[in-house]
Structure formats: structure tokens, C-alpha cells
């Protein structure tokens, strides 16, 4: 899984390129630590090239949302494959995030 | 340049005033910060707490006319000034109590107007503490000074803090005398204000008497009779009507429940007409199986062992929406009202459509 961070202003992007499984969840888990301590801003998950998502992925997801509302952030999903946004639905987490198509 | 003479005892007092300086700022500091503390902790919201150190120039012109009457400068007592401003009159009163729990107040140089104030007048009902920080409530050895002076604490609310800075503009220090008319129309205006403060709190009794009604009901579970609106849902939810559906749900796969808060679902229910909590008691009732069905469907082949708890009240909506023939224009419908209109809620829709339509509760 390949894990890009971008900055910009107040806005931080992050690139996810791949299968978010239960092995690669730790090492993104731990990439994203960071993000987690400084997320007042806002923080866009982009998912326009990731093609699964396990458990361990979305409790990623649910972390950063956790971290973001505790410090006035928001974290916004963007590009979600059908495939993805099914298993979003299914676990309730549709409600959660603000959810961004593609252009 | 011009320096003024003033008379030997206004010397010394501005004297003993620059030397405390520095005690009055840490103070102007600390009480705010007491009192913020404390507001926090008994849940009182106010609108705002402010401090001033009163200028030299303003001092100055006080002691000049009634430099006499002081001593020493710890005479002066509104030196140090704070503002408790409250949305609510008898946040007021509130106030008052965290002042004489924290403070040790001065009752001979404080104000109350809001008793003595004359059955044809009306104006800003003023009411100001003089108070003093105890030694059991806070020590400073690099400011020892700080518990012998005392400060004024003045507390409004929101209205008679706008009329007061009106009535400041318009007439009280202007220089000018203003005319009857005008003084007579402010008049009128704190007349206004005055009920209109008195309404808002009364409408805050009403809301709270409501609000324990309606918890009443939900306790004795007349839910039939408990109209649907924001706080008969708030209540409901509080004794978490979904918690039965939602750990079976999430007994399938062994899943981690997230607590999620479901207030969205308020809007949804209304737009689905319902009238009453009990009708939200009915769904969970009759479709309780056929939400099981459907997360039993989607969630039963995976290794998903995380769900929000906003999966039972979407898998009841789903079942019922669908067994009124709702299709897959309902269910966009629903996820365009509990997630915000969007193409992509039609992918939903027909996802969704395809994978319950072979369940049995849509075949009974």
C-alpha cells in the first residue's frame, strides 16, 4: 500500500494507492500518527486508487475522524470505489464522513 | 511638557495605584479565569466574562472629586473591574452564588437595584459585588497584596448590557443634557427589555417543564402519546431503543459496536411521516427481523468486525422503505436524506435494491 501525505494551507491530502488490508492498516496506521496529534485542520482521504478496505482500514478512518472532531477539523473521504462505498454503507460509516465524488 | 499638580493625597494615591499596578493585572487575570473554571464545572453558560484595570486618566478624575473620601488606595474598590454577562436573568442569581461560594464579598459597598428599584421607573438593574479573594481560595507569595484588594464584579445579561451601553452613548457622561423625550424613550426600551428578559426565562422553564414530561413518558412508555420533535427523539434515544437490534446485528461477525450519535435519523422519520415516538417503536418492532436479514446478507461472508451503531435504524428504514414498495427510488431517497443529495446515493440505491430483494422478509 502506498501512503502519499500532501500539504497544503490548511488542508492536508492524503493518497491511498491500493489494498488498505489488515498488514497494510499497521504500517498506514502508523504513517498517519501525526495526522491524529495535528488534525485541526482538514484532511482529505483519497481513495480514487484504493481497492479494499478491511476492518483495520476503516478503524484508520474512524481514528482520524475521532482526532479531527476533538480538535475542530473534519475529515472529508473522496473517490470511493463502488466496491468501497458499499462496505461504508453496509457499516453505518456512510453517516459519518462527509463523502466527496469525483468530478 | 506639562505635568499637573494635583493635590498631595491624590499624589500618593496615584503613587500607591502605579506601584499595585502589576497586582491588579495578574488579578484582572486570575478572577476571570476563577470564575470561567467554576462556570464550567456547575454547567452555567454565560455570554461572556470581561475585565478592565481602570486607566490612570479615569482614576484620576475620580480621585479629584472624591479623593478625600480614601484613605488608601485598597479604598478604591473598582479598581480591578470584571463582567459576568448571562443570557438569562435568573442565570444571574446563579452567578451571584458561585461569587459568595468563591469570594469573600463586601455586602456594606455592593449593589443590588434589581430590589429597590421604583414601581415607575425603569433603567439598568444594576447589580454589582465587591469582593475580595480569600487566602483558603487562592495564595500568590510573589503577590501577597492580591487578597487584601478588593475588586467589583458587575453581572447583566445580554439585554441590560445592551441598553446599559446605549444608555452610556446617549446620555451618562456625554456632557450634554439630552432631551426629555429621548430619556423618557430609553426609559421605555429597559421597560421593554426588562419583559422581554423575564419571557426568555420563561419560555427556558417551559422548554425544561416539556423536556421532563417528555422523559417521563419515554420512561413509562406511553410512547404513542409523545409527539416526534428533537427532544422527545433526544430522550428516546437516551434509553437506546436500537441496542437490542444493533448487538445482534453485531453478534453476527463478532463486530465492535461504534456508538455513533443518530440524531440524523430524526429528519428521516419525519420525512417518512411519522407522528409519534410510539411509531418508531413499531418499526423497530415489526422489521426488527428483516433488518437482521439484511445485515445477516451483507455482512455475514465478510471478516468485518466494526459497525456503527447507525446500522439499525438504516437496515430498519431499508426493510420498511422497501416493504412499502418504496424500491429503488425510496432508498435514494432515504440516503439523500440522511447523507445530503448525491448522484452516487442511486448506486446505493440499486445495490441495495439487488441485494435484499431474494430475503425472505421481502418474499412474506
Known amino acids: 500500500m502506498e501512503v502519499v501525505i500532501e500539504k497544503q494551507n490548511e488542508v492536508v491530502t492524503v493518497f491511498l494507492k491500493g489494498r488498505l488490508d489488515t498488514l497494510a492498516s499497521q504500517e498506514v496506521s502508523q504513517q498517519l500518527e501525526g495526522l491524529s496529534e495535528n488534525a485541526s485542520g482538514t484532511i482529505i482521504m483519497d481513495c480514487t486508487e484504493m481497492s479494499y478496505i478491511s476492518s483495520s482500514g476503516l478503524r484508520i478512518f474512524l481514528t482520524l475522524r475521532k482526532a479531527a472532531s476533538e480538535k475542530g477539523g473534519k475529515v472529508i473521504v473522496r473517490g470511493i470505489s463502488n466496491d468501497i462505498r458499499s462496505v461504508f454503507m453496509m457499516t453505518g460509516f456512510l453517516n459519518l464522513f462527509e463523502i466527496q465524488e469525483l468530478k | 511638557m506639562n505635568e499637573t499638580t494635583f493635590d498631595p493625597h491624590v499624589q500618593e494615591l496615584l503613587t500607591q495605584y502605579h506601584q499595585l499596578l502589576p497586582v491588579y493585572e495578574q488579578m484582572g ?84 437595584k434589581r430590589k429597590a428599584l421604583e414601581i415607575d421607573s425603569f433603567g439598568y438593574l444594576s447589580l454589582h459585588y465587591i469582593c475580595s479573594i480569600p487566602t483558603e481560595t487562592y495564595t500568590d507569595p510573589k503577590y501577597p497584596e492580591m487578597n487584601e484588594i478588593r475588586f467589583e464584579v458587575q453581572m447583566r445579561t445580554v439585554l441590560q448590557h445592551a441598553w446599559a451601553n446605549m ?175 448525491s448522484e452516487a446515493n442511486e448506486i446505493l440505491a440499486d445495490m441495495l435494491e439487488e441485494q435484499t430483494k431474494d430475503l425472505a422478509f421481502m418474499n412474506q
Not at chain 2, 61 to 72: D, E
Not at chain 2, 262 to 290: E, Q
Request: hydrophobic letters at 40%; a negative charge.
Open chain 2, 167 to 341: 444608555n452610556h452613548d446617549t446620555g451618562y457622561k456625554s456632557g450634554v443634557e439630552i432631551p426629555r423625550v429621548y430619556k423618557r424613550n430609553l426609559s421605555r426600551l429597559a421597560g421593554m427589555l426588562e419583559l422581554v428578559d423575564d419571557e426568555f426565562s420563561r419560555i427556558r422553564h417551559e422548554l425544561a417543564d416539556y423536556r421532563r414530561q417528555v422523559q417521563k413518558l419515554v420512561a413509562s412508555g406511553n410512547l404513542s402519546e409523545i409527539p416526534l420533535d428533537g427532544d422527545a427523539f433526544k430522550s428516546y434515544l437516551e434509553i437506546g431503543p436500537f441496542d437490542g437490534l444493533m448487538r445482534r446485528i453485531a453478534s453476527i461477525n463478532q463486530a465492535e459496536i461504534q456508538p455513533v450519535n443518530l440524531s440524523p435519523f430524526l429528519n428521516l422519520f419525519l420525512a417518512m411521516g411519522f407522528k409519534t415516538l410510539g411509531d418508531i417503536d413499531a418499526l423497530i418492532k415489526n422489521y426488527y427481523d428483516a433488518a437482521y436479514q439484511i445485515a445477516c446478507y451483507q455482512i455475514g461472508l465478510t471478516d468485518i468486525d466494526i459497525l456503527s451503531s447507525s446500522v439499525a435504524p438504516q437496515n430498519l428504514c431499508t426493510a420498511y422503505i422497501l416493504k412499502k414498495g418504496g424500491g429503488r427510488v425510496g432508498l435514494k431517497w432515504m440516503f439523500d436524506t440522511l447523507n445530503g443529495p
Open chain 2, 29 to 112: 487575570d486570575l478572577v476571570p479565569g476563577m470564575l470561567r473554571n467554576f462556570f464550567a464545572e456547575a454547567g452555567i453558560i454565560v455570554a461572556s466574562v470581561e475585565h478592565r484595570i481602570k486607566t490612570e486618566k479615569s482614576l484620576t478624575g475620580k480621585l479629584q472629586l472624591k479623593g478625600q473620601k480614601y484613605h488608601h488606595i485598597n479604598d478604591v474598590t473598582d479598581i480591578v473591574g470584571i463582567r459576568v454577562i448571562t443570557f438569562y436573568n435568573d442565570d444571574v442569581g446563579k452567578v451571584t452564588s458561585v461569587l459568595e461560594r468563591l469570594f469573600v464579598v463586601d455586602w456594606e459597598n455592593s449593589i443590588d
